[in-house]
């Protein structure tokens, strides 16, 4: 099974700055990876897939990037709907075993 | 609007039964594999279990093979997920979410449509 490592587990970022999140497979899954945000009491909402496309209608401070074991979502100038928990989530395996990291939590300093 | 609702949670006691349904519309839901993924308490996202658009290929993850059945009925845009031999590990909000079709590796996809969740809470 590969194991998704998200780091850190909080971090805490002024709004308008830019807070920088990780992601790690424990083997390379390629592109095929998404980023997930969810906030309390929502269902989660598809950020971004293919390790950096952005899904329809999530603006452009959102990107992602990496290939293989490494990958990192920017959220370039934080606004106040911004803060929330991020999960990655891979989908490189058949048969579809998806599995997803344990999730950084991103807060108001 | 393209939508699911999930409907079916609540309280049962350890070992007991539930089955849980999700409405799908606004979507050719014949079209699409379907999800069921699960959050526990104050915890992250697992999956749970995967049906193909025509039943054909089912997956379970590991801590629920043997115990819980995804099926769908696509003349009713309904998928669902019958829950047996529940234990209170089990308790977690229940979501169904469909796979993103067209941007998928192999038969594996990213989600890009998540209903609200249904509660489910294991417990004497």
């Known amino acids: 099974e590969i194991v998704m490592t998200q780091s850190p587990a909080t971090l805490s970022v002024s709004p308008g700055e830019r807070a920088t999140l990780s992601c790690r497979a424990s083997q390379s899954v390629s592109s095929n990876l998404a980023w997930y945000q969810q906030k309390p009491g929502q269902a989660p909402r598809l950020l971004i897939y293919?390790?950096?496309t952005r899904a329809t209608g999530i603006p452009a401070r959102f990107s992602g990037s990496g290939s293989g074991t490494e990958f990192t979502l920017t959220i370039s100038s934080l606004q106040s709907e911004d803060f929330a928990v991020y999960y990655c989530?891979?989908?490189?395996?058949?048969?579809?075993?998806?599995?997803f990291g344990q999730g950084t939590k991103l807060e108001i300093k | 609007e393209v939508q699911l609702v999930e409907s079916g949670g609540g309280l049962v006691k350890p070992g007991g039964s539930l089955r849980l349904s999700c409405a799908a519309s606004?979507?050719?839901?014949?079209?699409?594999?379907m999800n069921w993924v699960r959050q526990a308490p104050g915890k992250g996202l697992e999956w749970v279990s995967s049906?193909?658009?025509?039943?054909?290929?089912?997956y379970y993850a590991d801590s629920v093979k043997g115990r819980f059945t995804i099926s769908r009925d696509n003349a009713k845009n309904s998928l669902y997920l019958q829950m047996n031999s529940l234990r209170a590990e089990d308790t977690a909000v229940y979501y169904c979410a469909r796979d993103f079709l067209g941007y998928c590796s192999g038969g594996s996809c990213p989600l890009d449509v998540w209903g609200q969740g249904t509660l489910v809470t294991v417990s004497s």
């Open positions: 606004g979507f050719t839901f014949s079209s699409y594999s």
């Open positions: 989530q891979q989908y490189n395996n058949w048969p579809p075993v998806y599995t």
């Open positions: 293919g390790a950096s």
């Open positions: 049906i193909s658009s025509s039943s054909s290929y089912i």
